[in-house]
T-cell receptor, first 114, second 111 residues
Framework: QKEVEQDPGPLSVPEGAIVSLNCTYS??????FMWYRQYSRKGPELLMY????GNKEDGRFTAQVDKSSKYISLFIRDSQPSDSATYLC??????????????FGTGTRLQVTL | KAGVTQTPRYLIKTRGQQVTLSCSPI?????VSWYQQTPGQGLQFLFE???????NKGNFPGRFSGRQFSNSRSEMNVSTLELGDSALYLC??????????FGPGTRLTVL
């Protein structure tokens, strides 16, 4: 079993919909949680970064972390066709030292249709 | 501020050859990490360099190696290429204790 599980999709939603993307993990040492967006043939772009449990909002994006359930979510409000991309969750135990390496989910491919 | 740059962007090699990929981090970033991305395995951590020292290493064979120079630029080398090494190789840089920012990647095809 992988340390981080993520539904690969594809997930297809109409423009304007609320999108919910999720990851589960098994390593209780993870404390730092990130969401990256990756367009086709590009490198991942950091969207959101959260430490420990709680919510964080940035514009149309909200990241949630529930450490007790080992479950993280990314919500996208008022989805746009430009949001069509692969969304990767990533996590680490620390930001420095030997536990700073990122462990990624496999990514969820999102398609927002007109 | 310039982002992470990687060269070359595309490479085609044959089995048994070796390859060297280059990464220039964001100015001021001293940590450089390398990842391999494939459709089957996703993004997998290769290794991290900080101040010219390898600080972290993933579960890859010894054919995969890297180094970092005093200006924080990094190179990774893959020797005796195998078909399964075909992948997008991504470099990420960060300040100590900060988020990682990725480059566009080098797409390696092994024939």
């Amino acid at each position: 079993q992988k340390e981080v599980e993520q539904d690969p999709g594809p997930l297809s939603v109409p423009e304007g919909a609320i999108v919910s993307l999720n990851c589960t993990y098994s390593n209780s040492a993870f404390q730092y949680f990130m969401w990256y967006r990756q367009y086709s043939r590009k490198g991942p772009e950091l969207l959101m970064y959260t430490y420990s449990s709680g919510n964080k909002e940035d514009g149309r994006f909200t990241a949630q972390v529930d450490k007790s359930s080992k479950y993280i979510s990314l919500f996208i409000r008022d989805s746009q066709p430009s949001d069509s991309a692969t969304y990767l969750c990533a996590m680490s135990g620390h930001l420095t030292g030997t536990a700073s390496k990122l462990t990624f989910g496999t990514g969820t491919r999102l398609q927002v249709t007109l | 501020k310039a982002g992470v740059t990687q060269t070359p962007r595309y490479l085609i090699k044959t089995r048994g050859q070796q390859v060297t990929l280059s990464c220039s981090p964001i100015s001021g970033h001293r940590s450089v990490s390398w990842y391999q991305q494939t459709p089957g395995q996703g993004l997998q951590f290769l290794f991290e360099y900080f101040s010219e020292t390898q600080r972290n290493k993933g579960n890859f064979p010894g054919r995969f190696s890297g180094r970092q120079f005093s200006n924080s630029r990094s190179e990774m080398n893959v020797s005796t290429l195998e078909l399964g090494d075909s992948a997008l190789y991504l470099c990420a840089s960060s300040r100590e204790g900060d988020e990682q920012f990725f480059g566009p990647g080098t797409r390696l095809t092994v024939l």
